[in-house]
């Protein structure tokens, strides 16, 4: 070691003089598109722990979004469907007039759970105005509603039974419209049958085509040919006189709006001259039923927000839209019991008449579920009775 040299280097401290140099950071690199997101959203992940699975849309997760947006779509349709048929519903409420309304026993309760009669009363005039003494009902018919047993009951009553109207004496029961227009014939159909009417509808025949054909239809099974008489020819006069009358095969058939309105009025079949009256309320009977077997459909169902406000346009009615979904739901869960009351055949100051049976009483019973239901006694055209679903 040469003298005066240290044998270590002396720093000195202190600041320097000018920038103080500085490492540049690393350039990052730019994320590509895969690693920003995938197709559904997820970015690469950089973080601790393992890397999250990218999610897809599974078959089955598929399956439920599609699931989800029918019954979204089923209950937006069921929504407008039911707003259109409760306007028609209260142009129903509207056209019955306040004294039909004032006979009528209340309601008890809900459809669903409490009993119900209602009356239907048939017109051959073009407007459901409740005038007394310009009208006259063609079709007197009690509808039961009998949750308990799960039974929907068509009670027929012949129009020329002889009953006693209230203040007016005996006469036939269908006077009573016309001496009083619903209100007395809802107090004459109650005191002779002694059923509450809780509710009213007036059903005009003539209108009533439009509301089949409104639905598509009805099919209704005829239980033997039927050859009408010339009635309600629909032809020129010429045509009308060559005409034989309306003719239907025996089985079932699909009967436009026409058809099933001129079926429900035959009074005579030429084929059986032993039809009378009564087959005439057989035969409306099945009308009714299938013209509510097709408004329970799913097909009407899914045209109701373009029919809804239209299917009671025949129709005067008590009931509300909530109370006539109740009995249409009672009509698809129960089953159906098919009465009549008749009697027997009987001239009084030369009127004809039908006098109430025994029978008649028995078939009340029936009808309020108090004795099993039975057919009219064998060989009997105008007797009482009940004839099953």
């Not at 895969?34 to 950089?46: F, I, K, L, N, T």
């Not at 599609?66 to 048929?85: N, P, R, T």
């Not at 045509?239 to 035959?266: E, T």
Request: charged residues 25%.
């Amino acid at each position: 070691m040469a003298d005066g040299q240290k044998p270590y280097r002396v720093y000195r401290g202190g600041r320097v003089k000018g920038k103080v140099p500085t490492v540049a950071r690393p350039e990052r690199a730019r994320p590509s598109r895969r690693s920003r997101g995938g197709p559904d959203g997820v970015a690469d992940y950089r973080g601790p722990g393992p890397k999250p699975k990218r999610r897809r849309l599974t078959r089955g997760r598929a399956i439920a979004l599609v699931l989800v947006l029918l019954i979204l779509l089923f209950v937006v349709w069921g929504a407008v469907g039911f707003l259109s048929f409760r306007s028609g519903v209260n142009a129903a409420n509207k056209r019955l007039g306040d004294n039909p309304r004032a006979a009528l026993n209340p309601q008890g309760g809900l459809l669903l759970s409490h009993s119900s009669d209602i009356l239907l009363l048939g017109t051959d005039h073009s407007d459901n105005k409740t005038r007394a003494g310009d009208q006259h009902s063609d079709s007197i018919m009690l509808v039961r509603s009998d949750p308990h047993r799960h039974r929907i009951t068509f009670l027929s009553i012949a129009r020329d039974l002889r009953v006693p109207i209230p203040g007016h004496g005996e006469d036939k029961i269908n006077a009573a419209y016309q001496i009083g227009g619903p209100a007395l014939a809802i107090k004459t159909v109650r005191d002779f049958t002694g059923l509450p009417v809780n509710h009213v509808v007036l059903v005009d025949f003539g209108n009533f085509k439009t509301l089949i054909d409104k639905i598509g239809g009805v099919t209704i099974n005829v239980p033997e040919k039927i050859l009408s008489n010339k009635f309600d020819c629909p032809y020129t006069q010429a045509r009308c006189d060559r005409w034989q009358g309306w003719r239907f095969a025996k089985g079932p058939q699909h009967m436009n709006g026409m058809r099933a309105l001129v079926y429900s009025r035959i009074r005579e079949n030429r084929y059986n001259p032993r039809e009378s009256d009564i087959s005439r309320g057989e035969r409306q009977q099945q009308v009714l039923q299938a013209i509510e077997n097709k408004l329970v459909s799913a097909g009407t169902f899914f045209r109701m927000p373009f029919i809804g406000g239209d299917l009671l346009r025949p129709l005067a009615t008590d009931l509300t839209a909530g109370q006539l979904l109740q009995l249409g739901w009672r009509k698809f869960r129960g089953h159906t019991l098919r009465c009549r009351i008749g009697g027997t055949p009987t001239n009084i100051g030369g009127g004809d008449y039908l006098q109430p049976d025994e029978e008649a009483r028995s078939v009340i019973a029936m009808v309020r579920g108090l004795s099993a239901p039975q057919p009219p006694l064998p060989g009997s055209t105008f007797g009482s009775g009940c004839l099953g679903g």
